[in-house]
């Protein structure tokens, strides 16, 4: 199904952060999808940073990367594991990115002398930005989340450029403002006045919400939704009742069953028949609803109290546990309280455990003796960039004999750096988006765990790091017994290394969490937890 125009959708949010704006526009994307439309979704963050590359995860959470190297929001990582579809560059819009852009432009004399102001120049190229995705592809939908709340100094510019565009698109675009019902236990009742007064702030900038979107933990009733429907100016039909869920699963088909994508269909003049029937997401939900089993898997890294630092490895986790009918339960382990001495007691009755990426040194001696102990006790383990490195490191001092080996990340006078900086990063002096960055092919021996899993010799798989797997070590390293699995030839770079001899031990220099969707788990996380099954029975 194809429409002749594109429908614009912006998601904006009121009263509070973190309603999940995110995940109300992956749940309608998905519906839209199902229903045979074209769907991508947009995330505009006011923030002044170019990109989140540079900024600390207790600041921002995870850093998604793209296929094409862009370091974005997270809410980019729900949105391809929703739709199950690629997102890019021109998905993740800033304030410091379209700032960069008006005075590279300024700079050039492009505005022809003119003074350079919010309005017009920052607006428009706001603007630019949100239909940047149509002209590089045809989309049926784009939808476009505002990060931050209604109300904000720093996202009045984004504000003002949608409330532009909605009158230049005319019957092509609409509004969804998500709001918060709270319930006050006192009172023992919802109330409705921050949602009007979060309504209202959006009518001082000049738009009229055509769609509310009401988070809250008690169901609305129908006098309520009647009483946001009229105070709001919008039709009946129009409140939407998003019920705190278990699981962000779930937030597709309650949106469903409130008919979110009806009501869009409707306002934007588009025809629609039946109910959408999301057959292999219901199947996903039974499955991690239905387990047949359970275990529990250890996570170790140096963030363990802040679970949206990990935020792609613990849905990929649930991705795959999905697909063999597991439970699986995550352990957190901070990598900084282990060492050699208490390691056995933190994982004991363990299946398996993960090592998680990361960056500097804090928690890597941790990291080192979890690996040491996984290795010697035949645990399964899977570790991704700093984890795989990590192993690399741990194998150099306990198998190898290399009792100073280590990462010149961590120590630059190591007397051998088994994991240096690439050769394209010792110039490097600028830290945002100097990386080894996207999307980059992988070359699979046969007969490895890793092409079990893959089912295949060349796999693309995402990277974001500065440095790498030492070829000097490689000879011996190997000699040694640790196998060299997949390897990007062009550059002669290490990108798996593998025990053979043990249950599971596989180590990537990618990040494969981030390619994990609903419909297509990772198959590298999908052989771990099958792994961890078999260890467990």
């Known amino acids: 199904m194809s429409i002749s125009?594109?429908?614009?959708?912006?998601v904006t949010g009121g009263v509070t952060s973190s309603l999940g704006k995110g995940i109300i526009s992956a749940s309608l994307g998905k519906l839209l999808t199902e229903r045979g439309y074209s769907v991508t979704i947009q995330k505009l963050d006011p923030y002044i940073n170019i990109d989140p590359g540079t900024m600390n995860p207790y600041e921002h959470g995870e850093c998604f990367v793209t296929d094409d190297g862009a370091e974005t929001d997270l809410d980019l990582g729900h949105y391809e594991r929703f739709l199950n579809n690629r997102t890019s560059?021109?998905?993740?819009?800033?304030t410091g990115r379209i700032y960069q852009t008006v005075i590279q432009k300024e700079r050039k004399g492009d505005y022809?002398?003119?003074?350079?102001?919010?309005?017009?120049?920052?607006t428009d190229e706001i603007k630019r930005r949100i239909k940047l995705l149509s002209e590089t592809e045809k989309f049926d939908f784009i939808i476009t989340e505002i990060g931050g709340t209604v109300g904000d100094i720093e996202a009045l510019p984004y504000i003002e450029a949608v409330r532009?565009?909605?009158?230049?698109?005319e019957d092509n675009a609409l509004f969804i403002h998500l709001t918060l019902v709270p319930y006050l236990a006192a009172a023992g009742e919802l109330k409705t006045k921050p949602t009007q007064h979060s309504v209202k702030t959006l009518l001082e900038a000049g738009i009229q919400p055509d769609i509310l979107v009401c988070r809250t933990e008690k169901s609305l009733t129908n006098d309520?939704?009647?009483?946001?429907?009229?105070?709001?100016?919008?039709?009946?039909?129009?409140?939407?009742?998003?019920?705190?869920?278990?699981?962000?699963?779930?937030?597709p088909i309650l949106m469903q069953n409130e008919g979110l994508d009806k009501v869009v269909l409707?306002?934007?003049n588009l025809r629609f028949t039946g109910e959408v029937k999301l057959k292999n997401w219901r199947k996903f939900l039974h499955e991690i609803k239905n387990p047949n089993q359970e275990i529990t898997i250890g996570l170790t890294g140096k963030y363990i109290e802040l679970k949206d630092a990990y935020k792609s490895i613990t849905e990929a986790i649930i991705h795959a546990g999905s697909v063999n009918s597991c439970k699986v339960n995550v352990k957190w382990i901070d990598a900084e309280k282990i060492n050699n001495k208490n390691v056995a007691n933190n994982l004991k009755n363990l299946s398996g455990v993960i090592v998680a990426p990361g960056f500097g040194d804090r928690g890597i001696e941790g990291k080192i003796s979890t690996i040491k102990y996984i290795r010697?006790?035949?645990i399964p383990f899977f570790g991704i960039c700093l984890g795989m490195q990590s192993a690399v490191i741990e194998y150099s001092r306990n198998v190898l004999g290399l009792s100073d080996a280590n990462s010149t990340e961590m120590n630059t006078k190591t007397s051998a750096p088994?994991?240096?900086l690439i050769n394209e990063q010792k110039e490097v002096s600028e830290k945002g988006g100097t990386m080894r960055l996207g999307a980059y092919k992988c070359e699979i021996k046969d007969g490895t765990r890793s092409f079990l899993a893959y089912k295949t010799n060349i796999i693309s798989e995402r990277h974001r790091h500065r440095y790498e797997f030492n070829n000097e070590y490689r000879i011996n390293l190997e000699k040694a017994g640790l196998k060299i699995a997949g390897i990007n030839t062009k550059n002669n770079l290490v990108e798996i290394i593998e025990i053979p001899t043990h249950p599971w031990f596989v180590g990537v220099q990618f990040h494969p969490e981030y390619k994990s969707t609903v419909e297509n788990p990772h198959p590298l996380f999908c052989g771990f937890i099958q792994a961890c099954i078999s260890n467990n029975n």
Request: proline share 2%; aromatic share 8%.
């Open 164 to 169: 532009q565009l909605k009158w230049e698109l």
């Open 112 to 122: 022809l002398g003119k003074t350079v102001q919010i309005i017009p120049h920052i």
């Open 89 to 94: 560059q021109a998905n993740n819009v800033t």
């Open 376 to 378: 010697e006790n035949e």
């Open 418 to 420: 088994v994991i240096d």
């Open 224 to 251: 309520l939704r009647r009483k946001i429907a009229q105070f709001c100016n919008v039709d009946r039909d129009a409140v939407i009742e998003s019920i705190d869920a278990n699981s962000i699963y779930e937030v």
């Open 5 to 10: 125009k594109t429908k614009y959708i912006f």
């Open 266 to 268: 409707k306002k934007l």
